[in-house]
């Protein structure tokens, strides 16, 4: 009777990330996230049994990250107990200059760890077999898969293969990828032929099932709200005939859309009570939409409301595209600060602005608004 095997299945670390939404605090907190979801890899391969770790490429976010990250991951795969299988992927590609033939990775990377540099099986324990398809350079001309299984013949009995690769699925891509995308099914008919028995795939960061033995896994920690299911890592079981492949959550951060429309003081309570609500606010990212137009002491009560939970969050950020809240100002607003002089003519001038179609006045408005009541 053939023997099982689990392993994981992790793709897509980009450790060296850099997002612009986060603040210094913030994006120190996150990057260090994406490594600790590393090393919660390897308390997944302790829990489980796991005899290995697949990562299908994109381990680094460029070929240029600093010293410090490559250290600082190498220390994050030391704390994985079983041997670690890493692909190039588009970001982290075999060409020249590539960090994989550095100094700094070659003199601290883990005697473990086994980067996949050409497309020659790896025998990773008897009778399990790996095989990859290594980028090696950010734009190939063909299928990114293909070189990695075109010349395999089925396995023998009581052989698994796992493939390994990076790149989209024309089925998942949209239509909108710029580099060739993988053949989905002459990938399945290399499964159903036998000389396949999983493919594990990286480059889209949502966990994602093609098929009962093709997987993308995602990436180990969120990367952008657009993504649906981030934040795991596969531990994949195969054995006798059957597969199982069960997501483990790895990840601690959430990244958040929220819409809203806002006309008055009860739709603003609404939305200060959904930011109370919500938890692990120091490793969340709220991205807001919103519509509507508010009184000018709303208006301000809305921009020290977003100002604090900033502080608070990870980052709050309105989106740009989809932000359309104006203060709407009238004489009531500007009597009730009991402004004379060049500071009455000039939120009258701002006021009539906005009033005209300028949107930038509005900022100015419910800024001078707020230091003048303040002042007051």
Same mark, same amino acid.
């Given at each position: 009777m053939?023997e099982?095997?689990?392993f994981l299945?992790s793709?897509?670390?980009?450790?060296?990330?850099?997002?612009r939404?986060?603040?210094?605090d913030?994006?120190?907190?996150?990057?260090?996230?994406?490594l600790?979801?590393?090393?919660?890899?390897?308390?997944?391969?302790?829990?489980?049994?796991?005899?290995?770790?697949?990562?299908?490429?994109d381990?680094f976010e460029h070929?240029q990250?600093?010293?410090?990250?490559?250290l600082?991951?190498?220390e994050?795969?030391?704390?994985?107990?079983v041997?670690?299988?890493l692909?190039?992927?588009n970001h982290?590609?075999?060409?020249p200059?590539?960090?994989?033939?550095?100094?700094q990775?070659?003199?601290?990377?883990?005697?473990?760890v086994?980067?996949?540099?050409?497309?020659?099986p790896l025998?990773?324990?008897?009778?399990?077999?790996?095989v990859?398809?290594?980028?090696?350079?950010r734009?190939?001309l063909?299928?990114p898969a293909a070189p990695?299984?075109?010349?395999?013949?089925?396995?023998p009995?009581?052989?698994t293969?796992i493939m390994?690769?990076?790149?989209?699925?024309t089925?998942?891509?949209?239509g909108?990828?710029?580099?060739p995308?993988i053949?989905?099914?002459?990938?399945e008919?290399?499964?159903?032929d036998?000389?396949?028995q999983?493919v594990?795939?990286?480059?889209?960061?949502?966990t +994602?099932?093609? +098929?009962?033995?093709i997987?993308?896994?995602?990436?180990?920690?969120? +990367?952008?709200?657009?993504?649906?299911?981030?934040?795991?890592v596969?531990?994949v +079981?195969i054995g006798?005939?059957?597969?199982?492949?069960?997501?483990?959550?790895?990840?601690?951060?959430h990244m958040?859309d929220?819409?809203?429309?806002?006309?008055?003081?009860?739709s603003?309570?609404?939305?200060?009570?959904?930011?109370?609500e919500l938890?692990d606010?120091?490793?969340t990212?709220v991205?807001?939409?919103?519509?509507?137009?508010l009184?000018?002491?709303?208006?301000?009560?809305?921009?020290m409301?977003?100002?604090?939970?900033g502080?608070?969050?990870?980052?709050?950020?309105r989106w740009?595209?989809?932000w359309?809240?104006?203060?709407?100002?009238d004489?009531?607003?500007?009597?009730?600060?009991?402004?004379s002089?060049p500071a009455r003519?000039?939120m009258e001038?701002?006021?009539?602005a906005?009033?005209?179609g300028?949107d930038?006045?509005?900022?100015?408005?419910s800024?001078?608004?707020?230091l003048?009541?303040d002042?007051?």
């Amino acid at each position: 009777m053939e023997e099982s095997i689990t392993f994981l299945h992790s793709s897509d670390w980009q450790l060296g990330m850099m997002r612009r939404f986060l603040g210094p605090d913030g994006q120190a907190r996150w990057g260090q996230a994406r490594l600790d979801a590393v090393a919660r890899i390897g308390d997944v391969a302790t829990t489980s049994g796991a005899a290995f770790v697949v990562v299908t490429g994109d381990v680094f976010e460029h070929n240029q990250v600093e010293r410090q990250t490559i250290l600082r991951a190498c220390e994050a795969l030391k704390r994985i107990p079983v041997p670690v299988v890493l692909l190039p992927g588009n970001h982290d590609a075999l060409e020249p200059g590539s960090l994989w033939t550095s100094a700094q990775w070659q003199a601290h990377a883990p005697e473990h760890v086994t980067v996949l540099t050409d497309t020659k099986p790896l025998e990773i324990l008897p009778g399990v077999e790996i095989v990859g398809a290594p980028w090696r350079s950010r734009r190939p001309l063909s299928d990114p898969a293909a070189p990695g299984y075109g010349d395999l013949k089925p396995t023998p009995a009581g052989t698994t293969r796992i493939m390994l690769a990076h790149g989209q699925l024309t089925s998942l891509s949209g239509g909108m990828s710029d580099v060739p995308t993988i053949d989905q099914a002459a990938l399945e008919a290399a499964v159903a032929d036998g000389r396949l028995q999983y493919v594990g795939l990286g480059d889209r960061h949502s966990t +994602t099932q093609v +098929t009962e033995r093709i997987w993308f896994s995602g990436t180990q920690e969120v +990367t952008t709200p657009e993504e649906t299911d981030p934040g795991n890592v596969l531990k994949v +079981t195969i054995g006798a005939g059957a597969i199982d492949v069960e997501p483990v959550r790895v990840g601690a951060w959430h990244m958040v859309d929220h819409r809203v429309e806002l006309f008055d003081e009860e739709s603003l309570g609404a939305l200060e009570d959904w930011f109370a609500e919500l938890p692990d606010k120091e490793r969340t990212y709220v991205r807001l939409a919103g519509d509507g137009s508010l009184p000018l002491p709303l208006h301000s009560r809305l921009d020290m409301l977003i100002d604090a939970q900033g502080e608070v969050f990870a980052s709050v950020e309105r989106w740009a595209k989809f932000w359309t809240v104006r203060p709407a100002p009238d004489a009531a607003d500007l009597d009730a600060l009991q402004l004379s002089g060049p500071a009455r003519a000039a939120m009258e001038e701002l006021r009539q602005a906005l009033a005209a179609g300028d949107d930038s006045a509005g900022a100015a408005l419910s800024l001078m608004h707020r230091l003048a009541r303040d002042a007051g």
